[in-house]
């Protein structure tokens, strides 16, 4: 090289390969913070989703214990005129509760609320942190009118579960006509 062709050169290659590199650089730390908050969106997913099935098979779990379908110890029976325990008296006893109750009780209380199982005698579900809870409030505090059938009456089911993180929590209520 001859020494006037040095002098020229001014560092440009240099100059624009440094902005290449800060550019792409720029682009991957873009692209790695939306990959973990797409990650992290994903794991809340399937957690929710834990929680929900959880509550979902409580809500089962507490029909089968209200219609003796499986190996109950103990047996629930709906009839035209009882009430759990006491018609207006806002209380529960193993998860059969009075009506309005749902207002006043907390379903995380163990006296007031069953366990998933509890009297069903179906196995712990796996997966989530704590097992589902339930408790079943009846709402007919009088025989039914028509156009229910007679023989039927309403009961409100209120299930609770949690995911893998505690802080995850799913509560469903559905309305379950028993037969008797």
């Known amino acids: 090289m001859n020494p006037t062709t040095m002098r020229r050169e001014s560092g440009t290659a ?45 809500l089962r779990d507490a029909e089968r214990d209200l219609t003796n379908t499986s190996t109950a110890y103990r047996v629930v029976k709906v009839t035209p005129t009882n009430s759990f325990p006491a018609t207006g008296s806002g209380l529960c006893s193993a998860a059969l509760c009075a009506e309005g109750a749902s207002l006043t009780t907390n379903i995380t209380d163990p006296v007031k609320s069953a366990f998933y199982g509890q009297f069903t005698g179906e196995l712990p579900i796996q997966g989530p942190t704590q097992q589902p809870r339930y408790m079943a409030e009846l709402l007919d505090a009088v025989p039914p009118a028509p156009p229910l059938p007679v023989g039927t009456r309403n009961v409100r089911i209120t299930a609770r579960g949690v ?10 209520q559905t309305v379950y006509q028993v037969t008797f």
């Open 14 to 58: 240099l100059v624009i390969a440094m902005l290449f590199l800060v550019i792409l650089g720029m682009l991957g730390v873009t692209t790695m913070t939306g990959t973990t908050l797409e990650e992290r969106m994903a794991g809340n997913s399937r957690d929710r989703d834990i929680a929900m099935q959880a509550a979902e098979a409580a």
């Open 163 to 172: 995911g893998k993180n505690p802080n995850t929590v799913v509560i469903l």
